[in-house]
């Protein structure tokens, strides 16, 4: 079974910046791709990043594109999400989930093992 679980946010000033982490524990986690998704009230989850098993394929959202970077590190057992400009509409719910198709999908129903998500609060 796989656990992820996320920290780091917080409430910022727009052009601040922001490192989340999603911590992961399992045997098997290391074979999954871990992807970053958001989410605000009313709204579906929104893919924003996700990091292939051995990092070689990274896919961002165009919406975060340039400003964000995923990264990992298996022996760590830890994936980063770090936000740079935040913009007001960045504010989210941030989740990290494992892409159970280990195809580094960018759809929310192709993941599982969700998080219990981080905050993210940007103010203009």
């Known amino acids: 079974q796989v656990q992820l679980v996320e920290s780091g946010g917080g409430l910022v000033q727009a052009g601040d910046s922001l490192r989340l982490s999603c911590e992961a524990s399992?045997?098997?986690?290391?074979?999954?791709?871990i992807g970053w998704f958001r989410q605000v009230p009313g709204k579906e989850r929104e893919f924003v990043a996700v990091v292939s098993m051995t990092t070689r394929t990274i896919y961002y959202a165009d919406s975060v594109k340039g400003r964000f970077t995923i990264s990992r590190d298996n022996a760590a057992n830890s994936v980063w999400l770090q936000m740079n400009s935040l913009k007001p509409e960045d504010t989210a719910v941030y989740y990290c989930?494992?892409?159970?198709?280990?195809?580094?999908?960018?759809?929310?129903?192709?993941?599982?093992?969700w998080g219990q998500g981080t905050r993210v609060t940007v103010s203009s």
């Open positions: 989930a494992a892409d159970r198709t280990y195809t580094t999908s960018i759809l929310a129903k192709d993941y599982g093992f």
């Open positions: 399992g045997r098997s986690w290391t074979g999954y791709p």
